[in-house]
């Protein structure tokens, strides 16, 4: 009730505050003419043939259908100019000078174009037919282009008041499983965050904090070789209008659940300041099963059948603080800090039983688990971009450093019952498990791009990435007659793991016989350190170490564009990546155990290799678009999960999930977009296919693995614009059995429903029904020639969540000093560079 007050207060504060603030009546229809003048427009002057600027040339901003000057000035010695504090409309821009042609330009000022970078302008005796730039409406749910998806989170409201993970499970071709792991094409991609490498999971960063997610599949040269699985971009949000604005959101849901986010964004001259909280809060009461049958010559000799009861809370906070400072027109220093804590909670309980071959009962038993799970991530970042006035020229250059804490305790109480359910000696059991770790990533990198003309540029840079992990786990055993604790050598582990990557890229795009092309090289040089402390035991691999092995660092790729007509375009692309081992697939710690199943990480595990090869098409529909893909992936030393009996049970009866490398695995695939609107965009519909086979094959010792099949996985988002103001979005998501090494995963299916309402221009309502049917839930099949094994387990249970949102700020205002002007008042020019 402590927390339901509150939240329950501020939601009526807010609607308040909102219909105080909202208008009565109709629009006024003057509103227009009296936005703020916060509207800038800069360039450089030079002469046409020599390309020398042209000092103090005339700049004049004039009304469209009059002669009335709004702005105007002198360029500066080198030919910049910068008109600022410009009303909103369509204005001429008229330069000149003695001896030149005067050039006229159509400009068009609108809230959602309140910069504009004219770049070069040449004045000479010829002069240019008038250009207009425009950017109205609204941004689209998606866009599909021919090397990347683009969705615009925002759209989506059935991630409003969520996480990044309620923001993935929607966006067509990929899938979430219920540890959170994301799946495209039946790879894991890699995340980054505004174009960078994180540390942070999906988990960790707030929905409503994200802009857009890009979806990668088949990265060119220009990126991380790692990214085997393609690349998630997660862009988060950043307001650069002038003035200020910010938003208050506020959320609770059934079971106990809820959310807040507060932002504020202020920009003022040269410098835009930013500031963000996010908390989010849920309760997640789920359950699962786990039935195995063990077999002797295709006999069944025994059954094991447990039942799981979970309730774990889960608590996450964001915080992000940004600050951009325009050193000159076209260089920005950008600094960011941001800081992430959180944790679960869990209490689980598992009710297990052994029945012989009649199916007579064995032994029974139960296992209480509590488990907590903290975490600290800070990132920082320095960047620094210039741009040119030729346009698409740039580089950038930033240093990154992520550092991370996290500790993870378990205690495992264990009752064991013999036929007749007595307690058998001695008594209760009990287990702990103490972790904890840090993770220190340093990134350093260049970009830098030179276009040479209109269908012709060189890109290329330079990263280097240093990374240290260190995890501990002590895992002891209670002694019940000593009461002393007893610790399990085979499962205690203090790990270090030391990576350096170092890496250089160029491409060159052009075009020839109608064809674009992009070519490009990356070359990457791995150190990989992994030591287990105090076992004497380490594990290292270096590529290139010499010249034995350099082809293992050096990965190509080439891109193939052809337009057909304005409305197809066809694109065909190959690239080489390299798969490591991912933290938690090498951390030796045990992630989720039951009496019978144990899942760590394999410190052995060696990278893979893949060879990527896409051919895509996308066409513009009247209202929509259609993208479709086919693809195939060869991968080398494939990393793939692996289940064994564990050495030190002499019964055979308990199973170690691990990973391994496996030997090779094909898969290729088609992928199927379609986006259209009906009835005057009231309607927005996607729907999503992917169907892929895959073949792998495996050794582990003395055993040979290998499974093959077809399989498909379907999306479908629909969004209707209801009259008053009100929008109904619809999400199903369908995922066929997928083929694992040793069996298959079960199907997942589900379908949530959102609504909601914008009340005013500062005030809006969501409704979110997630998993309406209670459906969603995750598992898999294996079978060997000893066991039969069956699981199923939930990332959460069906729920409902409403939250409010207010927005608030003003364009043209500023917090830290008054205004010297009247709104709407036109500007002047800056000569100050």
Known sequence: MLIK??????????????????????????ALRNMPAIGRVYGKILEAGSKQPVEFATVTLLAMQKDSVISGGLAKANGDFNLTKLPMGRFRLKISFIGYKPLVKTIVITPN?????????????DGKNLSEAVVQGEKATVIMTVD?????????????GGTGIDAIKNIPGLTVDADGGVTLRNSSPTIFVDGRPTTLTLEQIPADEIERVEVITNPSAKFDASTTGGILNIVLKKNTKPGYNGLITLGYGIPNRYNGMANIN?????????????INRSLNPTKGFTNRTTLLNDIETGYYNQDNTTESVRLMQNARLSFDYNVTNRTMLTLAQGFNQGGFETDETQDFEQRSAEKKMVASG???????????????????????????????????????DRRNNADFYTYNYDSTNTLISPGEQLQYNRGDGSSDNFTFQFDFVNPVSDTTKWEFGVRSNYRIEKTKLDVANRDNISNSFIVDTALTNNYRIDELINAAYVTYSSMLLGIGYQA??????????????GKNQQFEYIYPDGTENIMKALFPSLYLTKRVGEKNEIQLNFSRKIGRPGFMQVMPFVMFADKLNYRIGNPNLAPEFNNNLELNYNR???????????????????????????????????????????NTMLNYGGESNYKFSLFKRKLDVTLNANVFYTDISANSGATALKNSGMTWNGKAIISYKLPKQFTLQTNANYEAPRIIPQGKTVEVYSIDISLNKEISKVL??????????????????????????????RRETRFLRLSVTWRFGEMDASLFRKRSQRRGEGGGMDMEF
Do not use: C, H, M
């Open 266 to 278: 202020i920009k003022e001259g040269r410098s835009n300041f930013g500031l963000s909280y996010n």
């Open 520 to 533: 490009g090289l990356r070359v990457e040089q791995t150190r990989f350190i992994g030591e287990l402390i």
């Open 764 to 793: 809006s309502f969501n409704l979110v029904l997630n998993d309406v049917f209670n459906t969603r839930r995750f598992g898999n099949t294996f079978e060997t020639a000893f066991i039969e094994q069956a699981i199923s387990r």
């Open 5 to 30: 007050s509150p939240l329950f207060l501020g939601l009526i504060l807010i609607v308040s505050l909102s219909f105080a603030q909202a208008p009565s009546g109709r629009p006024d229809p003057s």
């Open 148 to 160: 990347r998806r683009i969705y615009t989170v925002d759209k989506d409201i059935s991630a409003r």
């Open 366 to 404: 139960n296992r209480d688990i509590v488990q907590e799970t903290k975490w600290k991530n800070y990132s920082s970042q320095v960047l620094l971009r210039k741009t040119y006035p030729k346009k698409g020229k740039e580089f950038t250059t930033d240093l990154n450093y992520n550092r991370s």
């Open 620 to 662: 513009i529909l009247p209202g929509g678009n259609l993208f479709v893909a086919t693809y195939l992936k060869i991968t080398q030393d494939p990393i793939t999960n692996f289940t064994q009996t564990l050495s030190s049970d002499t019964s055979g009866s308990i199973l170690v999930n691990t990973f391994i490398n496996g």
């Open 113 to 125: 174009l309140l910069e504009q970078d004219l770049g070069n302008i040449s004045l000479e005796i």
